[in-house]
């Protein structure tokens, strides 16, 4: 499975953007990367995905490399509410099962007021 | 409110107990998934039903023992579970299995094993 390495935690400052920064250098021509967040005491929120282009959506913007070894989750103004741990996973395909997503650590994002 | 429900959402149990997780989506999806996750480790991939089809069983002690009815529908069966087993337990949907679909999550089952 491609693997994707993350900051384990950042820091923002309320009303700031945010870049959460992820390597995937052994990405291969059929993974997408997506992107999840879990706020405390829930379960995971899908936030956005891409392929090759940089994608937006009213969450966040995705930002990937050309290379694609590696991509860029950018919050436009942090609120208090962001505060979450963030995952970036690689959708990767196995034939008798289908995608499924593989967790990491995750980056915890830490929101200041 | 994802659309995807589970219940109870938090659940102590003895040793020698006969517990069942339920989870129950709305949102049409025709894939389904267990995940379990531990303090201070990542979400792990238990199972993955398709088409209400058990796809994976990614290493599962046999104490757990998935079902599905139907699409919609979705349990964990747990017998003489260990203290180790205590965990959130996630469950997800999606439209198939496929690379570019998002998946949806309940708020998950906080299980306690005493």
């Known amino acids: 499975d491609a693997k994707t390495t993350q900051p384990n935690s950042m820091e923002s400052n309320e009303e700031e953007p945010v870049h959460l920064p992820c390597n995937h250098s052994?990405?291969?021509?059929?993974?997408?990367i997506h992107w999840y967040r879990q706020l405390p005491s829930q379960g995971p929120e899908y936030v956005i995905h891409?392929?090759?282009s940089n994608v937006n959506n009213r969450m966040a913007s995705l930002a990937i490399a050309e290379d694609r070894k590696s991509s860029t989750l950018i919050l436009h103004r942090a609120t208090l509410r962001d505060a979450a741990v963030y995952y970036c996973?690689?959708?990767?395909?196995?034939?008798?099962?289908?995608?499924?997503?593989?967790f990491g650590e995750g980056t915890q994002l830490t929101v200041n007021p | 409110e994802t659309g995807v429900t589970q219940t109870p959402r938090h659940l102590v149990m003895g040793m020698t107990n006969k517990k069942s997780l339920k989870c129950e989506q709305h949102l049409g999806h025709n894939a389904m998934y267990w995940y379990k996750q531990s303090a201070k480790k990542p979400l792990e991939l238990m199972f993955v039903y398709s088409l209400e089809e058990r796809v994976e069983n990614n290493s599962v002690p046999s104490r757990f023992s998935p079902e599905c009815p139907n699409s919609s529908h979705l349990f964990l069966h747990l017998h003489t579970l260990q203290p180790e087993d205590s965990a959130l337990y996630l469950c997800?949907?999606?439209?198939?299995?496929?690379?570019?679909?998002?998946?949806?999550f309940g708020q998950g089952t906080r299980l306690t094993v005493v």
């Open positions: 052994t990405i291969s021509g059929t993974d997408y």
């Open positions: 997800a949907s999606s439209q198939g299995t496929y690379m570019n679909t998002e998946a949806f």
């Open positions: 891409g392929l090759t």
């Open positions: 996973i690689l959708r990767d395909v196995e034939e008798t099962s289908g995608s499924r997503l593989t």
